[in-house]
């Protein structure tokens, strides 16, 4: 045995050394999570130990290098064979070298007890290890040599044990596959312990008086929690029926007052002592509520590790001074809990998401079809792309940026995406099996399968969704968990609207308690109808009226889907970044952010910009009078005027209820607001991501940038609260529409008490929005209130 591996020092190499229990545990505590301390004796010293066995028997002799194919069936034999070699075991004697090295690490926990956990992984195994939790226990002993010794061999010996020969002959499991560390950890006293299981409908916890092996051993019934996983809210819970309870036998330091005479652990033998609980404590649930409280933030945070399926086993150690809740175990469905990324992009869609890959090296082949539920890596994505995505269950790119089209339609459809990921095409091959962290914008290689049930349930091609973060789920989760019936939710004041631009979504959509359509991107909603071609191409190809057909019909599906609420329609923004692919047939233009985009290039040709209110009169002249028009990136109140004299030409405004407004993303808006107001703005929406991007000098499609693009920068702030004021000045509405108030909702608390008229964010933020704004509303109301008591 050459060293002991620390828990907090285990690296990825080490997990056969280690094995799965001890190896998931310093995932975890190398995240930064709460784990009693320990160390691993590993499976090399067993294996040493074993070939150092000095027994003139031939079974034992042989045993490295057995196959130990017995004769399973003959049970007597099996269990003669299982005694003499764990008797073999037990007698011989553990280096003193070994011992020492144990003692002297677990001295410095300045504890009387300690736990040895078996942590086992089976070299080469085809299937996962299902069922193993019981077969293998731990050992509780002082912290005192021969103690240690024995309680090693104790753990070793188990593998012998009939059970165990059982379990190893039924599952094809070779002695020389089998790698048996173990795990050392102090043991203090506890005031209470229990588990939490996870899975996609709802979290349970079990709670118990003392240590955990109460539960273990089934000897209490323990209180139990139900609890609402997207929320944390306890649905019910229930009192256990707890009469005893089981602690380190510690004489300066008792939480429990009565021992149990004949408890099943003697003191002598082991450091544990069994108390019978007095018949108030028996009434009394063993978790305080702030423990409660602090169990279920774990398990909210272990969502982001995990996904939605996992068990924990916690305990609240208690010393003399202070008490703390610490994780003694960590299991989840996911064959390996991800350790270390190995490739790290741009967060630019949440989620988290387990597929096989589907790698194209070339972005210009874009295959016709794409099998579903696939994860898709590429070295960019161009908008004769975009359709594709909706089969697909999330995006890799090597190119592109927080904003691109990409993560934009990601966001909207509610796949993961990460952007900015370098060498993504030559690192990632076709068919392998990755965790994609959208929140993270990490991508971590996947061994083995890992189902969530209700993956399981529904055919599952599409991914495993399941492993989703609660922070931003699916559209698909979206839907099933938005509240039922909008009545059910508290009444807002501040308009809440949704970021939209694929009809595919609009079934789904359209029940969520929405007052309206903020954005409806039009770049992103005419690829489906354009063929791969850009409506310039239409017009010079004599094909104006199939494409003024398409575009209407495609309006009119979000006006009718919505009516009578609004649709804030916004006219084309194509950057030249998104452009190349559609613009093969036209001049190409120089890649940049501030190149001709926005109402600027309707000034250079107005002809699409006219093609555009035509399909928008006509979806007037259908009956719907929801519609209105949004301009993106205006740059002069020239602009403005321009684009609104063709909106009157196009007779958009002989119906009364329409609203002509502009994006306040250019940051001369700032100056500039109360001249576009006389021009006859009637509403802005505030595009945080270009108005930020501008304001800091910052090119929000450059991936090193991305840490000094910052939404909640005090300069961009500032702007937004003072486009807020000279709005509510000027007596027109001011929306917001860019991705700020999604990625960070605490700035809803800022927008409402400003006096924000919507706010407009992607289906998935819907319903987080929602409470958002409710509780920012009620916190002014509460602060008013008061301020009149006083
Ligand atoms: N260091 C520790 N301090 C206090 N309690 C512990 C510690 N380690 C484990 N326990 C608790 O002791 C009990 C037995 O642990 P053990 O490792 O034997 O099995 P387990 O965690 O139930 O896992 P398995 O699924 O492998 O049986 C559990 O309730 C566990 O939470
Ligand atoms: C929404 C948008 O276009 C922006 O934030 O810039």
């Not at 009192?239 to 510690?250: E, F, P, T």
């Not at 609660?470 to 909008?486: W, Y």
């Not at 929306?735 to 605490?746: D, F, K, N, R, T």
Request: with cysteine; charged share 20%.
């Amino acid at each position: 045995m050459e060293k002991l591996y620390w828990l907090d020092q285990i690296k990825l190499q080490d997990r056969a050394k280690v094995g799965d229990k001890a190896f998931h545990l310093s995932r975890i505590i190398q995240r930064g999570y709460p784990v009693v301390p320990g160390f691993v004796v590993s499976a090399e010293a067993l294996r040493q130990f074993l070939e150092n066995l000095n027994s003139s028997e031939s079974l034992i002799a042989d045993l490295p290098y057995s196959s130990l194919h017995l004769d399973v069936s003959n049970w007597r034999q099996l269990q003669q064979v299982a005694g003499r070699l764990r008797e073999e075991i037990l007698s011989a004697s553990v280096s003193q070298e070994w011992v020492n090295k144990i003692f002297t690490a677990a001295r410095e926990w300045q504890t009387s007890c300690l736990i040895f956990r078996p942590s086992l992984s089976i070299a080469d195994s085809i299937q996962p290890m299902e069922n193993v939790s019981g077969l293998l226990e731990s050992v509780f002993c002082h912290c005192q040599q021969d103690a240690i010794a024995t309680a090693l061999k104790g753990i070793w010996s188990q593998i012998f044990r009939a059970r165990s020969l059982l379990y190893w002959r039924h599952t094809g499991i070779n002695l020389q596959q089998i790698n048996l560390a173990v795990l050392v950890q102090p043991v203090e006293n506890a005031i209470a312990s229990g588990l939490l299981k996870a899975n996609s409908s709802g979290w349970e916890i079990e709670a118990t008086w003392g240590l955990g092996i109460a539960i273990a051993q089934g000897e209490v019934l323990p209180d139990v929690y139900y609890i609402q996983n997207e929320t944390g809210i306890i649905l019910e819970q229930q009192l256990g029926n707890k009469m005893l309870a089981y602690d380190v036998n510690h004489p300066s330091h008792k939480i429990f007052s009565q021992p149990l005479a004949d408890s099943a652990f003697t003191p002598e033998e082991n450091c544990l002592v069994t108390y019978v609980l007095q018949e108030a404590q028996q009434k009394q649930y063993a978790l305080q509520p702030e423990y409660l409280q602090q169990i279920i933030g774990l398990a909210t945070q272990l969502v982001a590790e995990l996904g939605k399926t996992f068990t924990l086993k916690w305990t609240i150690a208690s010393q003399a001074t202070y008490s703390k809740l610490y994780l003694t175990q960590v299991t989840s469905p996911q064959s390996i809990i991800p350790h270390v990324y190995f490739i790290r992009g741009l967060a630019a869609a949440g989620g988290r998401t387990v597929a096989n890959a589907l790698v194209t090296i070339n972005s210009q082949q874009k295959p016709e079809q794409i099998p579903k539920g696939v994860i898709l890596v590429v070295p960019k994505i161009t908008p004769d792309w975009l359709p594709l995505l909706q089969h697909v269950v999330g995006i890799i790119t090597e190119q592109g940026g927080l904003t691109s089209h990409a993560a934009i339609l990601a966001r909207e459809l509610g796949i993961a995406a990460v952007v900015n990921a370098t060498s993504a095409t030559s690192l990632i091959q076709t068919g392998e099996r990755l965790l994609l962290d959208g929140d993270r914008g990490e991508i971590y290689r996947i061994e083995g399968e890992v189902r969530d049930e209700r993956d399981r349930e529904d055919g599952g091609d599409k991914g495993e969704r399941g492993v989703n973060t609660p922070s931003s789920p699916t559209l698909r989760e979206t839907k099933a968990t938005s509240p039922s019936s909008p009545f059910a939710l508290p009444m807002i004041a501040t308009k809440l609207l949704v970021n939209l631009s694929q009809s595919s979504l609009i079934e789904q959509v359209k029940s969520l308690p929405t007052d309206g359509v903020g954005l409806l991107r039009s770049e992103l909603m005419i690829l489906n109808i354009l063929d791969g071609q850009h409506p310039q191409s239409w017009i010079l190809g004599g094909r104006q009226a199939q494409l003024l057909e398409r575009w209407s019909e495609e309006i009119m599906e979000f006006a009718r889907a919505f009516a009578p609420r609004p649709v804030f329609y916004r006219s084309l923004d194509w950057r030249s970044p998104d452009l190349p692919s559609l613009s093969n047939s036209l001049q190409s233009s120089e890649q940049s952010m501030l190149g001709e985009r926005g109402t600027f290039s309707y000034l250079q040709n107005s002809s699409v910009f006219e093609l555009e209110l035509k399909a928008l009169a006509s979806v007037q002249q259908s009956g719907y009078n929801n519609i209105h028009l949004l301009l993106p990136f205006v740059r002069t109140v020239e602009e403005f005027v321009f684009c609104r004299r063709k909106v009157e030409e196009a007779l958009l405004t002989q119906v009364t209820e329409f609203e002509l407004w502009m994006m306040a993303e250019v940051p001369s808006v700032l100056f500039l607001l109360p001249e576009y107001v006389k021009a006859g703005v009637a509403g802005i929406s505030i595009g945080t991501n270009d108005l930020t991007q501008l304001l800091l000098g910052v090119d929000r499609e450059q991936g090193q940038l991305a840490k000094v693009f910052n939404e909640r920068h005090p300069a961009v702030m500032s702007a937004i609260a003072q486009l807020i004021d000279m709005a509510k000045t000027a007596g027109i509405p001011c929306s917001i529409c860019g991705q700020a108030p999604v990625l960070y909702p605490e700035i809803i608390d800022r927008l409402v008490e400003w006096g924000i008229t919507s706010i407009s964010v992607e289906p998935e933020a819907i319903e987080r929005t929602y409470q958002a704004i409710g509780r920012a509303e009620q916190r002014l109301i509460l602060a008013a209130a008061r301020r009149k008591l006083k």
